[in-house]
């Protein structure tokens, strides 16, 4: 489904990601854990092209780019293939949420106005902002916010979608609303990677979980393999210090 061949990637003197190597299987969920400055999310951005890599190659379906010459239309029929939520939401500030969604579907999709109203007010009422299609993101709290990105990324109906990080601005009583969202949609058996900081959600959801740091795959494997039974030095450290309940030997 998802194939990362090589990704290298750097900013100046800065070797962000070094000669990283990822497949991810239509229908799965995976998660990637790191500390801050591991590589996780400009991996991530490197899969959509938000970030340029430097070198390696990225295949999603049947479509493949080779890096050191991607053209723009190259960069085009990737993106459309993906889907990307943010941290920051990046929601248009002067249209509500129902206008937001339609966006991408009139833009992008070229359907006729009445057909992509008609299909964003099902995705807003999918995730639980039916009531809520009037107002603007001024209005909204973080997590419909968050929820009406999440509404939008549906809308393109990607071949897989990327959460950077979906719950990291919103306050801690908001996490649990956007979570769930994400839990529903990962049961429809749509492919997913997601950069997270929630552990108790990659080992709900996740099929696989990638560790990584220093811009390398330190390890991965099922939740029950890397959360209980880590075998790399490093994992146990990260996960000894955001768990403090874990016992690991090192």
Do not use: W
Not at 48 to 71: H, M, T, W
Not at 82 to 101: D, I, P, S, W
Not at 138 to 167: K, N, W
Request: charged letters at 25%; hydrophobic letters at 40%.
């Amino acid at each position: 489904m998802i194939a990362l061949s090589h990704i290298s990637k750097a900013f100046g003197r800065n070797q962000v990601l070094q000669d990283i190597s990822l497949n991810v299987n239509r229908g799965e969920v995976v998660v990637i854990l790191g500390p801050s400055g591991s590589g996780k999310t400009t991996l991530l951005r490197c899969v959509n092209y938000l970030e340029k890599p430097g070198s390696g190659q990225i295949a999603v379906g049947d479509f493949q780019v080779d890096c050191s010459r991607a053209r723009r239309g190259d960069v085009l029929q990737l993106r459309r293939k993906t889907a990307m939520v943010f941290q920051q939401y990046n929601l248009f500030r002067h249209k509500t949420a129902l206008e937001n969604v339609m966006e991408a579907l009139l833009v992008v999709k070229k359907l006729p106005a009445a057909e992509a109203r008609k299909r964003s007010i099902a995705l807003l009422e999918k995730v639980g902002l039916g009531a809520k299609l009037d107002e603007y993101p001024s209005r909204l709290s973080g997590g419909q916010q968050q929820r009406v990105g999440i509404a939008r990324a549906l809308a393109l109906e990607p071949e897989v979608i990327l959460f950077d990080e979906p719950t990291s601005a919103l306050d801690p009583e908001l996490v649990g609303e956007v979570l769930e969202v994400i839990r529903a949609i990962a049961r429809e058996g749509i492919t997913m990677i997601v950069v997270t900081h929630e552990m108790g959600f990659a080992r709900d959801v996740a099929n696989r979980v990638v560790f990584m740091d220093g811009g390398v795959i330190v390890e991965e494997g099922t939740p029950d393999e890397v959360f209980q039974h880590p075998k790399e030095e490093r994992t146990k450290q990260f996960l000894r210090r955001i768990t403090p309940e874990a016992n690991y030997s090192i």
